[in-house]
């Protein structure tokens, strides 16, 4: 009698032991497509779980150069996030005579009116889409240029996040970055950073990787 309880205990420890390793390999595979994040679960359309949270990471670039300094940064940092960009393209082109800061200027008188807001030729195509917007500009007068206004005052960022970046001589991004919050309801702004001319694609790859967006 014992042999056979002995025989019976045997053979049930063998069946738990068998339920278990299965259970255990059907684990192992769902944990790794979670960590790829490849299939996720077949029922679900694009757009939905993983698919979706691929979508809300979408990144956008956007800058304004009057002489091509930011766009040297704007395009690091494209390439730094694989993102798209977007150029902000003056309807009436800055000239040179327009940027001397040492006159009455077109730029200078910009900045000093609080209502001026120079038009944008063209749009961004279905912002919607993005749910991530970096914004470069060079500082004028310790500020953005006021298209920058016009720029985001043209479109509903609620519910982004916006990442502000400049270019300068010298001054730090300041004050020019926190003035643009009041224009974006709703949305949320990152702290800036104020880049040189002659910043490296390492340089703005640090500072991308550190973001928290
Ligand atoms: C009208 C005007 C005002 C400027 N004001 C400042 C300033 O306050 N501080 C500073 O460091 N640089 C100032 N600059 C220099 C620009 O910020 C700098 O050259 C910038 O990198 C130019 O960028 P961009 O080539 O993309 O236009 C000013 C330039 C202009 C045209």
Redesign the pocket.
Known sequence: MKKLLGVILVIVMALFGLAACTNGGANTSDNGSNITGESGDKNQTPGEGENKGETDKKVLVV???????????AQKIQTATGSAIYEIVPAVP?TSAD???NTD?R??RE?NDSSARPAISGSVEDIGQYSTVFI????????A?KIIYTFLESYDFSGKTLIPF??????PIGSSATNLHSLTPNATWLDGQRF??SAGQSAINSWVNGLNY
Do not use: D, E, M, R
């Open positions: 800058y304004f150069s009057a002489t091509n300094t930011t766009k040297g940064v800055y940027l001397n800061y200027c730029a200078n900045q470069g500009y060079p500082i004028w007068w310790g500020q240029p400049c270019t300068s001589g010298s001054s040189s001319g």
